[in-house]
């Protein structure tokens, strides 16, 4: 549960233009590294600990962009937490609702969720929504070619709309066990962050790429 990550959204073609997956890892790890949350490398940020995303800078690098989960999310360890949570509430959340839900979560939570075992009786339009992610490579935490984050944002378009439903479920039905997802607004700010990454792939036409840090 120590794994930290580092999620970034990359051209994919220029990424699989790399003849291996140990070189597409080196390239993506590199690229990651190179725009570091660094106080001496970027002087004009504030010291906000919340999500933001870091660009390199032209002409250096076109083809990746690295999203910083802020406090909350830079550890597998809160994504964890938050899926135990989802699992706890969503028997809770409106069907349509629990469907977009699970179908967005789901590939993004490394490995799936036990929850998960139902997809077959989802409602609403997520139910028409199919998200299929090739194998994962070596040392990756997360694969998710265009076509996938193309899926996703269908899904993301439903979730976002309705996260303010969740508050009450999760305030009622939810448990704070460990980890840093203290509260609804940090669970809900993981899914937002995830919705954030999915769209900026998405309006790119650019995949996702999860790794160890």
């Known amino acids: 549960m120590g794994i930290c990550i580092d999620v970034l959204i990359v051209d994919w073609g220029h990424l699989m233009a790399a003849p291996s997956d140990d070189q597409r890892y080196e390239m993506s790890h590199d690229a990651g590294l190179s725009v570091d949350d660094d106080e001496d490398a970027w002087p004009d940020r504030s010291p906000s600990v919340g999500p933001q995303w870091f660009w390199p800078s032209p002409p250096n690098a076109n083809w990746f962009g690295k999203f910083g989960f802020g406090d909350v999310g830079f550890s597998y360890k809160d994504h964890f937490v938050a899926s135990e949570q989802w699992e706890e509430i969503r028997a809770f959340v409106a069907p349509e609702v629990r469907s977009a839900v699970d179908r967005f979560i789901d590939p993004l939570f490394w490995g799936g969720l036990e929850c998960m075992a139902d997809r077959e009786d989802a409602e609403g339009a997520a139910a028409h929504v199919s998200v299929v992610l090739p194998p994962v490579p070596p040392d990756h935490l997360l694969w998710c070619p265009p076509e996938a984050v193309s899926s996703l944002k269908l899904l993301w378009d439903s979730v976002g709309a309705e996260i303010a439903a969740l508050r009450e479920?999760?305030?009622?039905?939810?448990?704070?066990?460990?980890?840093?997802?203290?509260?609804?607004?940090?669970?809900?700010?993981?899914?937002?962050g995830w919705g954030d990454v999915i769209g900026q792939a998405q309006q790119r036409g650019w995949g996702v790429v999860g790794l160890r840090c």
């Open 169 to 192: 479920p999760f305030e009622r039905h939810a448990s704070f066990g460990f980890g840093r997802v203290k509260d609804f607004d940090a669970f809900a700010g993981l899914l937002r």
